[in-house]
Nanobody, 122 residues
Framework: QVQLVESGGGLVQAGGSLRLSCAAS????????VGWFRQAPGKERELVAA????????YYVDSVKGRFTISRDKSRNSVYLQMNSLKPEDTAVYYC???????????????WGQGTQVTVSS
């Protein structure tokens, strides 16, 4: 079992930055792929960014490429999402995820955090 707790969400103006953090607990977390999903009101949940278990491969959805950066610190069992140049359309609940599936496969994640709200005002 893996438990995930996100933090760092909030309200920011367009063009601003936020850094989301995810603290993980549980066995063998370093063996898991990790990622961030988001879900906006009335929209389907989408995989925004992901790392494979080693951190050697990364996925970003096209709409955040060049603006968001995912990273992980295995020594701290933590995952981060640095979000720059935020846009109103980035407004959503963001979820930290972990799983043993292929890192860019949205169906490959078994463990989810509770979510943190990100709101970008225009």
């Amino acid at each position: 079992q893996v438990q995930l707790v996100e933090s760092g969400g909030g309200l920011v103006q367009a063009g601003g930055s936020l850094r989301l953090s995810c603290a993980a607990s549980g066995r063998a977390f370093s063996s898991y792929a990790v990622g961030w999903f988001r879900q906006a009101p009335g929209k389907e949940r989408e995989l925004v960014a992901a790392h494979n278990w080693s951190g050697g491969a990364t996925y970003y959805v096209d709409s955040v490429k060049g603006r968001f950066t995912i990273s992980r610190d295995k020594s701290r069992n933590s995952v981060y999402l640095q979000m720059n140049s935020l846009k109103p359309e980035d407004t959503a609940v963001y979820y930290c995820v972990a799983g043993l599936g292929y890192y860019s496969d949205p169906d490959g994640y078994d463990y989810w955090g509770q979510g943190t709200q990100v709101t970008v005002s225009s």
